[in-house]
C-alpha cells in the first residue's frame, strides 16, 4: 500500500506539538558516504556541550515523554481507545502479546490509517502522534530483506545466506498468518485482503519489520521499545560514541551526552547500536558495516547431522532444533586472535550408541512423556552437560577428533561457496559501468566488505582447526587415523594445506592434503 511520507524539515514542528525538548540538537540529512553507502538522516549538535566525570547531572540532548516510547506496554495503552488495534492484537494472540508483535501491528495500523490506497468509510485506527511520526520513517531501508533478486546472489557462501532465506520464510508465515487472524474482521478483509479493494502485501509487512528491527531500542526500563528522535541516532563504535540512551525517573526516554565528551557545533552525535556486534549482524539488522571495520568477528552456520545416523531425529530434539556453530574471533592468552567454536549440535552429532549415548523416553510427573537422554549411566540434563561429561570420558580424544573432522567439514564447503563467486564479483568491482547497471553501488562495496571478512574468518577457523587436530594427543589405538589425517592411508576428502589455505583475494595455488569424511573419522573410531 501507499505509505504518506513528511520531509524531515517538518519533524521541529511534530517534535513542539509532542513534547519533544531538543537541547543544542537538530536533526539532518546525510546522504552518501564515500562507500556509496546512504546513511540517511540523523542527529548533529547546533551548540557547544561538554560533559566531565564529575558532574551531578547527565547533559541531556533530546527528552521524549514516556507516552511516545512504543513497547508492549504503550501499544497495549493505545489499545485501550483503539478499537481496531485492539482487534487486530486480540485476533493475533500470542503473537500480538509479545514486544515485537504488539508494536509491529501497531506500525501496521498506523501505515494503514495513513495510506492513500486504503480509502473507504472506514478510518483504520485512532489518530495519534505515531501515525504522524511514522511518515518521517525513510522510504526503504538497506537491509537485506529488501535486496534485489541480484544483490541476494552476491550473498553466495555468506553467513546471511541462510539467515536471509530463513528470514524471508518467516515473514511470509506471519504474514499469512495475519491474514488468517484477522479476515473475519470486516475492515481487515475488505481494505487489507479483499481481491478488488485489499491493498495489504507482504512487501508491507517487510517494511514494517525492517523499520522495527534497525530502529528498536532496549531501554532499561521499558524493555524492547521504538522511540522518536532517538531512533534518528546513527551508529559509531568505540570512542567516537558521542550519546547514549536512558530512562529517566520520570519515564522520559532521553539522549544524555556520555560523560566525558564534547560536542562542536555541526558535529554529529551518534550512539552505539552494540560494539561487540558480528558484521553479520550489523548488515542483516541494520544495513551497514561500520567505516573502520574490518573483522567479521562471529559466523554463524547451521549444521547438518549426516543423513545415516541412526539417531539424527532424537539428537535434532535433544538439542531444540539449534542446529547452529557459531565461530568466534577471540583474544587467546598470548595477545593473538584465535578461533574457538560453539555448538552443541557438533558434540552430540559425534558420539552414538556403541560409545555409550541413549536416548530413551520417561513418564514426566503430569502423565506426558519427555526425551531422557543418558550417556553410560549418567542422566544428561542438556546438550551442554553432554558436553561437560564428555570431556572427562576415557574417549575425549576421539570424540575432538571426530568434532573437529565434522566442523572442518561444514567450514569448507562455506569457504568453498563463497569463493566459487569471488573471481566474478572482483571483475565487477573493477568495471563500474556493469556494477552500476546491475547493483546499488553502496550496497554491493557493503556486500564486497562483507564477503571479505567472513572469509578471512573462515580461512583463519580452517588454519586453527587443523592445528586443534594435530595437537590432540591420540591414544595408541588412534595412530593409524592421525597417520591417514595427516601423511598417509586411504583419503576421500579434500581439505587444504594450511599453509596454503585459499586466499580469498588472491589466487594462491591451491595445494591439496586429502583426509577423511567425518563420516569416516567417526565409523573408524566407532570399535575403538
Ligand atoms: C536507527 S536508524 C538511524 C536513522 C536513520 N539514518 C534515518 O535516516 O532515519 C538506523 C539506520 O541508519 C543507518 N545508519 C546508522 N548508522 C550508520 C552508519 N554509521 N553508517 C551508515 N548507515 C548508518 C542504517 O541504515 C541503519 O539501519
Known amino acids: 500500500m501507499k505509505r504518506g511520507y513528511l520531509p524531515l524539515e517538518t519533524l521541529p514542528a511534530w517534535q513542539h506539538l509532542n513534547g519533544v525538548e531538543l537541547s543544542g540538537v537538530a536533526f539532518r540529512k546525510f546522504g552518501f558516504d564515500e562507500h556509496g553507502a546512504d546513511k540517511g538522516s540523523g542527529i548533529v549538535a547546533t551548540d557547544t556541550k561538554s560533559s566531565s566525570e564529575n558532574d551531578a547531572k547527565p547533559e541531556i540532548l533530546l527528552q521524549i515523554p514516556g507516552d511516545l516510547v512504543l513497547s508492549l506496554e504503550t501499544v497495549q495503552d493505545y489499545a485501550k481507545s483503539d478499537r481496531d488495534l485492539r482487534d487486530v492484537l486480540e485476533a493475533m494472540g500470542d503473537f500480538g502479546r509479545t514486544a515485537r508483535g504488539a508494536i509491529l501491528i501497531f506500525l501496521l495500523i498506523q501505515l494503514s490509517h495513513n495510506s492513500p490506497d486504503l480509502q473507504s468509510k472506514h478510518t483504520v485506527g485512532v489518530s495519534n502522534p ?50 488468517e487472524a484477522t479476515k473475519s474482521i470486516p ?164 558420539v552414538n550408541e556403541e560409545d555409550g549415548l541413549h536416548f530413551g523416553l520417561a513418564q514426566t510427573t503430569d502423565g506426558g512423556r519427555e526425551l531422557e537422554v543418558r550417556w553410560k549411566d549418567e542422566k544428561i540434563q542438556s546438550p551442554r552437560h553432554l558436553r561437560e561429561i564428555l570431556a572427562a570420558d576415557p574417549l575425549w580424544e576421539i570424540i ?93 576428502l579434500s581439505y587444504w594445506h594450511p599453509k596454503s589455505l585459499p586466499r580469498i583475494l588472491g589466487r594462491k595455488q591451491r595445494m591439496e592434503m586429502k583426509w577423511k569424511t567425518f563420516r569416516d573419522v567417526r565409523d573408524k573410531t566407532a570399535a575403538l
Not at 511520526?133 to 546471511?160: C, D, M, N, R, W
Not at 524492547?224 to 534518528?232: E, K, R, S, T, Y
Not at 595437537?471 to 593409524?480: A, H
Open 130 to 179: 505515531w501515525s504522524e511520526y511514522v511518515k518521517f520513517l525513510p522510504p526503504s531501508f538497506p537491509l537485506p530483506t529488501f535486496y534485489t533478486a541480484q544483490e541476494q546472489e552476491l550473498l553466495q557462501g555468506t553467513s546471511i545466506e541462510g539467515a536471509l532465506e530463513a528470514k524471508n520464510a518467516s515473514l511470509e508465515r506471519e504474514f499469512d498468518s495475519i491474514q
Open 400 to 492: 575432538q577428533l571426530r568434532a573437529a573432522v565434522l566442523l572442518l567439514e561444514r567450514l569448507e564447503t562455506q569457504l568453498g561457496l563463497l569463493q566459487e563467486l569471488q573471481e566474478p564479483i572482483s571483475k565487477i568491482k573493477e568495471d563500474q559501468v556493469a556494477l552500476e547497471s546491475m547493483f546499488r553501488p553502496g550496497i554491493f562495496e557493503t556486500i564486497f566488505r562483507f564477503r571479505n571478512m567472513e572469509g578471512e574468518l573462515l580461512e583463519k577457523a580452517v588454519e586453527d582447526l587443523i592445528k586443534q587436530v594435530r595437537e590432540i594427543p591420540m591414544p595408541p589405538s588412534l595412530t593409524r587415523v592421525c597417520l591417514d589425517l595427516t601423511d598417509h592411508g586411504t583419503r576421500e
Open 187 to 350: 475492515w481487515c478483509q475488505e481494505l487489507w485482503w479483499s481481491e478488488g479493494t485489499g491493498a495489504l502485501t507482504i512487501e508491507d509487512w517487510k517494511y514494517i519489520d525492517a523499520a522495527y528491527r534497525s530502529r528498536m531500542l532496549d531501554l532499561p526500563g521499558s524493555g524492547l521499545a521504538m522511540v522518536p528522535c532517538i531512533d534518528m541516532a546513527n551508529h559509531s563504535c568505540g570512542d567516537s560514541v558521542k550519546a547514549l540512551y536512558e530512562e529517566d525517573s520520570q519515564g522520559n526516554a532521553v539522549l544524555q551526552l556520555r560523560w566525558g565528551k564534547t560536542l562542536q557545533p555541526g558535529e554529529e552525535i551518534t550512539i552505539s547500536y552494540g560494539d561487540e556486534k558480528p558484521a553479520s549482524e550489523m548488515l542483516f539488522s541494520y544495513g551497514f558495516l561500520e567505516d573502520g571495520r574490518t573483522a567479521a568477528r562471529e559466523i554463524t552456520l547451521n549444521l547438518d547431522i549426516p543423513e545415516d545416523d541412526p539417531l539424527g531425529l532424537p539428537k535434532r530434539i535433544f538439542c531444540q532444533n539449534d542446529s547452529s556453530i557459531r565461530i568466534k574471533a577471540a583474544r587467546s592468552s598470548d595477545e593473538a586472535d584465535e578461533v574457538a567454536w560453539e555448538s552443541d549440535l557438533a558434540w552430540v552429532a559425534c
